[in-house]
């Protein structure tokens, strides 16, 4: 199993702010996961993050929107840059099980309102 | 990519009764998962599973993988408060281990 330990809970922020979450996990991990989950809907993945290299990201999703950092293997920073009220979302850092099964694990989400 | 539909979207029953969510794709999965997610929280893993025809047993909540590994679903008998959350399937991509979820079901078990 692995914890994810994801900063902030929660922000409120105004638009035109950038605003970087992070993501700690208690064990090493290849790669790590970031999501989107837009208000009553399902996740949608953003990107994957891979230490050592850039990040692959999603179809309608950029890095210049959305930074990525993996400067380590437990480690992982997603930053929303120049916020607008679209990008009001919850966003969540997961991680695979490294034990072969198929599962992910998750954070318990960052809480963003852009106003 | 979404290319998982999960139905209905939305369901809301009394406490005691029972209810089937269906989570269908035209294309042809290796293996299937469950999740359920509560307010505040990530999505927590239920089961995943594998074998076209599949069937596992998770106490009251019963999944089944349809025989062309295309479609799933998800029966839960006697529902209580306690299964009120957001139910999602999610498949992997063949090629990588990226997972992408279906568009979710929203369960609200009425006491």
């Known amino acids: 199993s692995a914890v994810i330990s994801q900063k902030p809970s929660r922000d409120i922020c105004q638009r035109g702010t950038s605003l970087t979450i992070q993501c700690q996990v208690d064990s090493q991990v290849t790669m790590m996961f970031w999501y989107r989950q837009q208000p009553g809907q399902s996740l949608t993945l953003i990107a994957t993050?891979?230490?050592?290299?850039?990040?692959?990201?999603e179809s309608g999703f950029v890095i210049d929107k959305f930074p990525i950092s993996r400067p380590n293997l437990t480690f992982s920073t997603l930053t929303v840059s120049n916020m607008s009220p679209e990008d009001s979302s919850i966003y969540l850092c997961s991680v695979e099980d490294t034990g072969g099964n198929e599962k992910l694990f998750f954070g318990s989400g960052t809480q963003l309102s852009v106003l | 990519t979404q290319l998982l539909k999960q139905s209905p979207q939305f369901l809301s029953i009394q406490e005691g009764e029972n209810l089937t969510v269906y989570c269908n794709s035209s294309s042809v999965f290796s293996s299937l998962q469950w999740y359920r997610q509560e307010p505040g929280e990530g999505p927590v893993l239920l089961v995943t599973v594998v074998t076209g025809g599949e069937v596992k047993k998770l106490k009251r909540l019963t999944f089944q993988f349809g025989d062309a590994r295309k479609d799933s679903s998800l029966h839960i008998t006697a529902a209580q408060p306690g299964d009120t959350g957001l139910y999602l399937c999610?498949?992997?991509?063949?090629?990588?281990?990226?997972?992408?979820f279906g568009t979710g079901t929203s369960l609200t078990v009425i006491p």
């Open positions: 999610a498949r992997s991509q063949n090629t990588g281990n990226q997972f992408y």
């Open positions: 993050a891979n230490q050592g290299s850039e990040a692959t990201y």
